[in-house]
């Protein structure tokens, strides 16, 4: 059930609100100078993430600057794996550097609780987060959907070409399959805590769903996401629950019927048209700006935001980017964009 005054869970209860709520995925992050100095305080990223003091200072900053109508936790996909068990680093200038699996048994160190045990920092940063959040503004958990957390164990980093996972889901399915489950289920834990927590709504993020063949697409994105999301509600999880299945392409009218998600979010190459014309008229939407354009402004960025709006006038929408905002991305401009939207 929405709660009255938050309106990004009433947008997810099928409200269409106006102006529309705005949030902007990674908006807690490196385009933002306190976020730089809060950066400097930790030893190392997965330090950053673990310490709840900084996560929480970073999760809070775009809401103090701009007062976005969400708060999206201050994490990493990466920590479940981490949590299960795999080394995880962050390399600068490499990006995260994961152990790799050989099968699905390297996954299988940790019981899931456990696992979940072991994240109980990200949940201190949510309780500190839920405390000092005003109380319209909307608390989002989130977690890497099975098959991109799933990618990094197989291919041991994200630099790559993807092919090594993509050789697993074409010649050994059992084996992928059995790794994502177990991802799945600690994840699915790890995801309860965080309500538990105080997250008011949940973002399951599927970074590397781009480019799949539509019967691979149906086994290692909507297969798992639709367990994933049963077995929360099977935990007693009632939140709305935003998937992202980025790059799904003509795939998405097909996940957003399969999954069992609230809501989906668009990544920047999808079409207003395609999406009012395939997915039910009463279904939430969030995004699909383009962060390249954030960063460019002007009368472009102007009249795209207006188009957006235009779009999904009559529809639940949530505001929003079609992936991360760039740490290059000028301040003024993200200004600009929410001026036209809380103006319009």
């Known amino acids: 059930m929405a709660v009255a005054g ?3 869970l009433e947008v997810l209860s099928g409200k269409v609100v106006k102006p529309p709520p705005v949030w902007m995925m990674r908006q807690a992050g490196r385009h933002l100078p306190e976020y730089l100095e809060t950066r400097a305080r930790a030893r190392d990223f997965l330090d950053f993430c673990y310490t709840p003091s900084l996560a929480a200072e970073a999760t809070l900053q775009p809401i103090r600057r701009y007062g976005m109508d969400g708060a999206i936790l201050f994490a990493d996909i990466l920590l479940i794996l981490d949590a299960m068990g795999l080394g995880v680093a962050f390399e600068k200038g490499e990006g995260p550097v994961v152990e790799q699996i050989a099968s699905p048994s390297d996954l299988d160190r940790t019981p899931p609780q456990a696992a979940a045990d072991r994240l109980s920092p990200v949940y201190e940063t949510v309780s500190r987060v839920r405390a000092a959040l005003p109380p319209e503004t909307t608390l989002i958990g989130f977690a890497g959907s099975p ?5 990094y164990a197989v291919e041991g980093r994200g630099k790559t070409d993807k092919s090594l996972a ?3 889901a074409h010649g050994r399915p059992d084996d992928l399959a059995a790794a994502m489950d177990l991802i799945s289920e600690a994840t699915a834990h790890y995801l309860a805590r965080q309500v538990e927590a105080g ?3 949940l973002m399951l993020f599927d970074s590397w769903a781009e480019g799949l063949p539509d019967n691979i697409f149906r086994e290692v994105i909507i297969r798992p996401t639709a367990k994933l999301v049963a077995r929360l509600r099977e935990m007693g999880i009632t939140v709305p629950i935003i998937g992202f299945p ?11 019927h399969a999954t069992g998600v609230t809501g989906v979010g668009l ?3 999808a079409g207003p048209t395609f999406v009012n014309a395939t997915l039910p008229a009463d279904f939430p939407v969030q995004g699909h700006l383009d962060p390249l354009l954030l960063i460019e402004g002007g009368g472009r960025l102007d009249a795209r935001v207006r188009e957006l709006l235009d779009a999904y006038r009559g529809r ?7 992936h991360g905002i760039r740490p290059e991305t000028p301040i003024a401009h993200v200004e600009r964009v929410l ?4 103006t319009e």
């Open 199 to 201: 997250a008011d709504a």
């Open 166 to 168: 993509w050789r697993w």
């Open 316 to 322: 639940p929408h949530i505001f929003n980017l079609g």
């Open 339 to 342: 001026e036209l939207i809380r």
């Open 246 to 256: 980025r790059g799904a392409g003509v795939m998405l009218p097909e996940y957003v």
């Open 267 to 269: 990544d920047t190459a």
């Open 147 to 151: 098959w991109t957390v799933g990618l």
């Open 6 to 8: 938050k309106k990004i």
